[in-house]
């Protein structure tokens, strides 16, 4: 059974880096399959797509975040990362890892993380 | 990023039929998934490919998309099935999330 869990700090001040990391079990995020992502989610809000990187480490990001966004792979931890730089408040929100399937001519975000809230505050 | 639209609610009567629309440009002729997230959890897929149901999700789950809009049907709605859904697309290299639709089984 695939299993994504998220880690990291819960608090974050404005104008610092915000870091994440996803730790993947029952698969392998050197697989060529699939895509490996980050969603957020502001608190009673709905979901942002912010990026994702494949096995071979090329990655795409929302474009409204792309300035910021860094996310890299460790296949030697089975891990993937995010790094937001220059947090406001804005960024304050519930971020998920998650796996995006690519199959038969169609993706979709099959298994997911739990979660982690990440609030921006000095 | 590519931008869906969704009502902010809907309501059923249990064993009723609920539908839960999801427009955006050109819609029909991209790809729709459906989520699934209730209080405090993950996002559940319920529909990938507009209209396929991964395994164990109920039959009474279905989706259609044609035009501009897709659809999330939920035929003989139960309790369980309050919750927030959630449509979502790809515009060549950018996803999309609708904003959701809060469905509330009366």
Do not use: H, M
């Not at chain 2, 897929?45 to 999330?72: C, H, M, Q, W």
């Amino acid at each position: 059974q695939v299993q994504l869990q998220e880690s990291g700090p819960g608090l974050v001040k404005p104008s610092e880096t915000l870091s994440l990391t996803c730790t993947v079990s029952g698969d392998s995020v050197s697989s060529g399959r699939y895509f490996w992502s980050w969603i957020r989610q502001p608190p009673g809000k709905g979901l942002e797509w912010v990026g994702y990187i494949l096995y071979s480490g090329s990655t795409n990001y929302n474009p409204s975040l792309k300035s910021r966004v860094t996310i890299s792979l460790d296949t030697s931890k089975n891990q993937f990362s995010l790094k937001l730089s220059s947090v406001t408040a804005a960024d304050t929100a519930v971020y998920y890892c998650a796996r995006e399937t690519l199959a038969a001519g169609t993706r979709y975000f099959d298994y997911w993380g739990q979660g982690t809230l990440v609030t921006v505050s000095s | 990023s590519y931008e869906l639209t969704q009502p902010p609610s809907v309501s059923v009567s249990p064993g009723q039929t609920a539908s839960i629309t999801c427009s955006g440009d050109k819609l029909g002729d991209k790809y729709a998934c459906w989520y699934q997230q209730k209080p405090g959890q993950s996002p559940l897929l319920v529909i990938y490919r507009d209209t396929k149901r991964p395994s164990g999700i109920p039959e009474r789950f279905s989706g259609s998309n044609s035009g501009n809009t897709a659809t999330l049907t939920i035929s003989g709605t139960q309790a369980a099935d309050e919750a927030d859904y959630f449509c979502q697309a790809w515009d060549t290299t950018t996803a999309g999330f609708g904003g959701g639709t809060k469905l509330t089984v009366l």
